[in-house]
């Protein structure tokens, strides 16, 4: 039943720069890229795509940029989140080598499908792009785990000075890849699209949400495709024909905000 | 032949199954594929004078027969809703606009808009639960509302339906005060007040604490309260509340419904819903040797 379930946080770290992982118990099965209605009672619900993944506990990391995250943050380990979900259809994950591109928080989302990609043994390259290299984390972990990790800040702190889509456009021009999958600011990815269209594309959107059950229409992109529903990963098909894909989200209201 | 086209007034639909306000109705994009899904006729969301975010999360919870919510009405304002409309692909479906205000003056600026961005009637929306200033405060209070119904109607040349709430003493006392300010159609009804506390952490979920609940375990009070506004009445009825399949749809024309409107049952049963609602209502009529829909209506008042 679409209703939170309490659960007990089990961990929280800092990552990075305003950047925090929660842990906490749950059981069930979930796929990368799907995500989680988070609730902090008292303050909001807001959607928050795992970003690791154990048979008994699930996380989510995510930068402080509002109320919500702010509270999120400052919880402890034993305080009780309400989650509904698991919500959304999640990654295909196949092919022999694949692209991933995490554009500021994206790679968070990304990390759980890097993780299956290289259990399938699938040859790994992650682009992590930020602005600064204090923003930069999961690149210890997934190297740890055997991909390829390469690195672009927007000031050249660490890493190749530069926006990780021209970055995979270079590699894209030089190396085969099956596929690439992607999460980050929209026009980013957009930027991406654009240089992918020989090759199996995904991207992971995020929009409002209120019901995220198909229900509101608050999330809606494109002729009425849902984000909580279809989405939030979407193809490549999908993407092209969604006109408002990197022109403009829409704010709690309704009402249309530009990139 | 199609048995189930719908007349309310001048309107046509081509099947009774409405979408209902405040589903998927707030974009263009949704609305199109709303009406490529099979719906007789779309609601939009319901606009207001200026944009209004809503109430904070959560607005939403599953219960264990319906669906609970409190989103607060949220909207863009009429002016950006424009855009919206202009974006919609013609059809033959009838649009109809749902528009909620604190007073007659924002009523009929509201109306006229609508009206401006040819939508096919207005829809006021005099029964929200659960915001406050607007909806039920206005849709309980019979004068109010005679006199605001009646001000919309004299202010554009679309018709102009009425939707009211179950959560007040006489529903028919309210749906005849709507008939005397000129309505042309009642929709009976909106959501049923409700609450859920989460017991573990001993708090309501909802952030605004109390919703409107909406689907299956709402359909007896919907049937009831068209059956008694039927026979109060004359304009035709459009019955709401917890319409999952065609025997629902049955079931509140039975009652006295001309058409239907669908919410909750796009949760349940996909966007494709208003198509399935529709076979299953042809598949009824057929297998009870019935010509047309239409024929049903307020059979069940003997």
């Known amino acids: ?259 | 032949m199609n048995k189930l086209i719908t007349k309310i007034g001048n309107l046509q639909f081509e099947n009774p199954t409405i979408l209902a306000s405040g589903i998927m109705g707030e974009d263009a994009g949704s609305m199109n594929r709303i009406i490529a899904s099979g719906a007789g006729g779309i609601v939009t969301k319901s606009i207001g004078i200026i944009p209004r975010t809503g109430y904070p999360n959560p607005t939403f919870v599953e219960l264990e027969h319906g669906l609970l919510n409190a989103m607060g009405l949220p909207n863009p304002g009429i002016d950006a809703f424009s855009e919206e409309l202009q974006q919609l692909t013609k059809t033959k479906t009838p649009i109809i606009g749902s528009i909620y205000g604190a007073n007659s003056e924002e009523f009929i600026n509201l109306a006229q808009k609508m009206e401006s961005y040819k939508v096919d009637a207005i829809e006021l929306n005099v029964s929200c639960p659960h915001a406050k200033r607007f909806g039920l405060e206005v849709g309980s209070d019979p004068v109010l509302l005679q006199e605001i119904t009646n001000a919309v109607k004299q202010s554009v040349h679309i018709p102009v339906f009425v939707k009211l709430s179950p959560n007040v003493t006489s529903i028919a006392d309210i749906a005849s005060a709507a008939e005397k300010g000129g309505a042309d159609a009642i929709v009976a009804i909106n959501t049923v007040k409700a609450m859920k506390i989460n017991i573990e952490l001993q708090r309501p979920i909802l952030a605004n604490k109390i919703g409107g609940y909406s689907g299956k375990a709402i359909k007896p009070i919907g049937v009831r309260c068209v059956y008694e506004i039927a026979e109060r009445v004359q304009i035709p009825i459009i019955g709401a509340g917890g319409i999952t399949d065609g025997k629902d749809v049955i079931e509140y024309i039975m009652a006295g419904a001309t058409a239907v409107q669908i919410g909750s049952a796009v949760y349940y049963r996909d966007i494709d819903v208003f198509k399935k609602i529709c076979n299953e209502c042809t598949t009824w009529l057929h297998e009870h040797n019935v010509k047309k829909l239409s024929e049903l209506v307020g059979v069940a008042h003997t």
């Open chain 1, 1 to 259: 039943m679409n209703q939170p379930r309490i659960t007990e946080i089990c961990s929280i770290k800092k990552e990075a720069e305003n950047i925090f992982s929660i842990a906490f118990d749950d059981p069930r099965d979930i796929k990368p890229g799907q995500f989680y209605m988070i609730w902090i009672p008292g303050v909001d619900e807001i959607p928050m795509s795992v970003s690791s993944i154990t048979d008994t506990t699930k996380m989510i990391t995510f930068r402080i940029l509002g109320d919500a995250t702010k509270a999120l943050a400052s919880l402890h380990t034993y305080d009780k989140i309400g989650i509904r979900g698991p919500y959304g259809n999640g990654f295909t994950i196949a092919g022999k080598s694949l692209l991933f591109v995490g554009g500021g928080t994206g790679v968070a989302m990304l990390a759980p499908a890097v993780e299956e990609a290289l259990r399938k043994k699938i040859k790994t390259t992650v682009i992590i792009g930020t602005k600064t290299e204090s923003e930069i984390f999961f690149d210890q972990r997934l190297h740890q785990q055997g991909a390829h990790v390469l690195i672009t800040t927007d000031d050249g702190s660490r890493g190749i000075k530069g926006f990780a889509s021209d970055l995979a456009k270079d590699i894209l021009e030089k190396e085969q890849f099956d596929g690439v999958l992607t999460c980050g600011p929209e026009i980013m990815m957009k930027k991406l699209l654009t240089v992918c269209d020989h090759l199996n594309f995904q991207a992971s959107l995020e929009r409002y949400m209120k019901c995220a059950v198909g229900i509101c229409g608050q999330c809606c992109i494109g002729e009425g495709m849902r984000v909580c529903v279809e989405g939030p990963v979407f193809d490549k098909q999908s993407l092209k024909k969604f006109f408002d894909f990197g022109i403009y989200t829409r704010d709690a209201s309704g009402k249309k905000i530009k990139f």
